[in-house]
Structures are given as C-alpha cells and as structure tokens.
C-alpha cells in the first residue's frame, strides 16, 4: 500500500536526501554525469537545501510502501498552476504503478488547490521519464535552459497537463 506523508521535520529531510542520493546516482550519471550530479545533490537535493524550499512554501511528502520510503515528490502553487519541483521512486519500485499513483496523488492536491494545470521541467535526455510524462496526459509547451552555477545547465523540456 502507497503513502504519502508530508514532511515538516528534519528528519523526514535526511530521509529524502539519503533517497535522492540512492535515485539520483542510479539514474542522472548516465544523463548529466557524476560531476553534475554530486553538484546537484549537494546544492538542491540536500536536507538542508530541501527544508529550505519547505521554509519558502514547497510541500515535500514522502512517498511510503509498505511503511518503507521509497520515493519522494515536492510541489508548490504557482498562480493557477502547480508546479511539479520533485518526484522520485526508488528503482526497485518503479514499474508497479506507484509513479502513477503519485502523480494521481499530485492531480488530486491540484485540484483541491484550485489550480487549472500542472507544470513541470524534464530534462531533454531523460526520455524514460518523458514517455512516462506523456502516457499520462502531459504536453511539452516549451524548453528552458537553466544555468545553476559552477558551469553547469539544466536542459529542459516544459510539460504541462491541463485539468478539466
């Protein structure tokens, strides 16, 4: 059984770091590179980096199986949108509909919050999860390139999914 569970402590943030370490070596080296990724886990995925997007209005929840974490997703309210920031499942987990069930999860806070659409950034070679994106109902309505310091970019598409 899936859970989602809102993290409010310091503690449920060093459990999402030690799960975005474990995700994002595993999946982002082969698309960014290691030098990339310890850069951006240092600096965006860190407990102390992610309790500062709480502090400035992004939820964090902790998506649970089981009772065992195993992923983790963040969002925040943007005008009439709301923007995916996060959203990460364990490899040994991917592939059983818990992705889906997230984002069903992500749909639902959308529209209990008002919003007409969700938005998020994918990176451009990250093609598994663009797939995954677009079987559930999301278009690509732009591209951004983002330069987050130390010579590194992100290259992204925009996708949107609008809700009825």
């Known amino acids: 059984m899936t859970k989602f569970i809102l993290a409010t402590t310091k503690q449920h943030f060093k459990i999402i770091e030690t799960l975005a370490d474990a995700i994002w070596r595993e999946h982002y080296i082969p698309i960014i590179g290691i030098e990339q990724v310890e850069y951006m886990l240092k600096n965006f995925q860190s407990a102390e980096a992610m309790y500062s997007q709480h502090n400035e209005g992004y939820q964090y929840f902790l998506i649970h199986f089981n009772d065992e974490p195993i992923g983790y997703l963040s969002f925040i309210k943007q005008d009439n949108s709301l923007f995916l920031s996060k959203i990460y499942v364990s490899k040994d987990f991917r592939g059983k509909k818990i992705g889906k069930g997230a984002m069903d999860f992500v749909q639902k806070s959308a529209l209990e919050q008002m919003c007409k659409s969700i938005t998020l950034g994918v990176n451009k070679y990250n093609s598994k999860s663009i797939a995954a994106y677009e079987a559930m109902d999301f278009k ?8 987050i310091g130390n010579g590194f970019i992100m290259d992204d598409y925009k996708m949107e999914k609008v809700l009825v």
């Open 140 to 147: 690509r309505v732009g591209e951004a390139i983002t330069d």
